[in-house]
Every structure is written in C-alpha cells, then in structure tokens.
C-alpha cells in the first residue's frame, strides 16, 4: 500500500504555544522505527463534543518532534485550541530523548531523518488521520520540521 500525505511546514504557529505543561495526552504510544527501536508519542485528537463541525472524523495533524521532552513543547491552551480547530496534535520524543528508546548518535544524524519519514508514515496511516501534516517548532523542532519536507 502506498501512504500519501500532503506535508506544509510553520516554523512557528504562535509563540506563547510553546513552553508550558501540556494537558494530560488522549493517548500515548510508541511508533516502531525499526525493529528494536521505539519513539514516545502523545497523541491528542479532538473530541466531538467540542468541534465546530462534530461530524469530522478524520483530521489534520499538527507533528512536533523533540529532544526537549514532548510534555513541554505546547501548552494545554495551544493543544486545546487546535483541538477545537479540528486538529490532531502529536507530539514525539526523538530517539535517544525523553521516553524514547535508542541513542543519538549525533544531531541531525541519517537515522534521526529516517525516523522522521517513519513518524509521518505512521501518522498517515491512523484511522483518524486525513493525511495532512503541518509541522512546526522552534530551534531544533523547527530543524526537524524542516527535515520532514526534504
């Protein structure tokens, strides 16, 4: 089967998003990037009740990937708000960082950028996903997020 997803890139959504503790995650899981290696993400989708449009059941994605520890990159006010907009928000503890397995080897390495395209697969593949993905950040995020259009 082949994935499509239509990628765009933010280099920043708005600024007092980012560094406060987020809310409690819908759900966290590990997306396999090989065989041994396993990346902590929290997922967080909007609910029904609160959409403009309730009858919406697949959504855009908002990705952001870090080493900083996914908890901290977005407040519970920025992923509530995008939740309501009707967007799924993942956040992703890179290899090596956070919650997830493996080691960083170096910055930006082949291995980082290959997890990258795995993470966008995965995210394309989930039942609520509509397959567009906006990724955002800011300092290494933002390298990341630009790495995921390469």
């Given at each position: 089967?082949?994935?499509?997803?239509?990628?765009?890139?933010?280099?920043?959504?708005?600024?007092?998003?980012?560094?406060?503790?987020?809310?409690?995650?819908?759900?966290?899981?590990?997306?396999?990037?090989?065989?041994?290696?396993?990346?902590a993400t929290d997922i967080y989708l909007p609910d029904a009740e609160i959409l403009s449009n309730p009858s919406i059941s697949s959504y855009s994605t908002v990705l952001i990937m870090t080493r900083y520890g996914r908890a901290t990159r977005f407040s519970a006010k920025a992923i509530e708000t995008l939740n309501r907009l009707g967007f799924a928000v993942i956040m992703v503890d890179m290899r090596g960082s956070g919650a997830s397995e493996g080691t960083r080897h170096a910055t930006f390495s082949l291995e980082e950028r290959a997890d990258i395209k795995l993470i966008l697969d995965w995210i394309a593949a989930q039942e609520w996903s509509d397959g567009k993905i906006i990724t955002t950040g800011v300092s290494?995020?933002?390298?990341?997020?630009?790495?995921?259009?390469q």
């Open positions: 089967m082949v994935l499509r997803y239509e990628l765009k890139i933010f280099p920043c959504l708005i600024l007092c998003f980012f560094m406060a503790k987020a809310q409690a995650a819908t759900q966290s899981v590990y997306i396999p990037v090989g065989t041994e290696i396993h990346l290494y995020d933002a390298n990341l997020a630009d790495f995921a259009i």
